[in-house]
């Protein structure tokens, strides 16, 4: 059985305190109030992700992540993140190619690939993000956009490390936008995307592969979105900075 995964990307938002607030109750309300089978991932800028993985350390739920890294392991590269840095502040996971960080910092699927081996070499689980923008749907290339998204950044890897590997499906469109992608469009392309990683590795590789939603998920869109056989979870933009609203969503999941 595949994972569950709600994960909430804060992005560029919360000072440290806010930060560890929000923490605080989330993880308070996940104990009183979910006894369903997500796991849920708490992704802060980098500057928190070390206190938010202690605050959590005592809530087996709880897992924390980073935004990024870099795709090297050390050395002069000044500003950045290596994902060994980030598994020694006790992180699981690691967002890789967002479209925020696509559109706006240049990253393309060959870099994205070698962040994606640094984030598998460090012992950690990288979510690799996918998405068409409007017009590539409009245009009707987005299946031939995903493909080369999910073929560059993620058919190098041997089937063991694909079985390691979170896929999250983010139509540009639908992030930040309060425009969803409807259960129905996004069951269709998460199936598709599963039937991409079963045609290069095998249907039962693709069957455990966690393919999370991200565009717009709210605690009133969740359930549906989660009723859809291929959708296994949400990369939370907006409504994860907020406690209420990101814990209606984790209960969502069964
Ligand atoms: P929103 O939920 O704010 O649309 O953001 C989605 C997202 O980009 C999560 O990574």
Redesign the pocket.
Known sequence: MRKKIIAG?W?MNKDLEEGMGLVSEISNMLRDEYQGSAEVVIIPPFLHVNAVSKLIADNPRLKSGAQNCSNHKSGAYTGEISAGMIKSCAATYV?IG???RRQYFGEHNQWLAQKIDAVLEAGLTPIY?CGETLEERESNTHFAVLEKQISEGLFHLSPEQMMKTVV?Y?PVW????GKTASTAQAQEIHAFIRGLIAAKYDASTASEITIQY????KADNAAELFSAPDIDGA??????LQSRSFVDIVKAMA
């Not at 639908?174 to 936008?177: S, W």
């Not at 991200?214 to 998920?217: A, D, E, K």
């Open positions: 990307n992005k967002i967002h479209s925020e993000c999250a983010e639908a992030i930040g936008t991200g565009g717009s998920v990369l939370v933009g907006g409504a994860a």
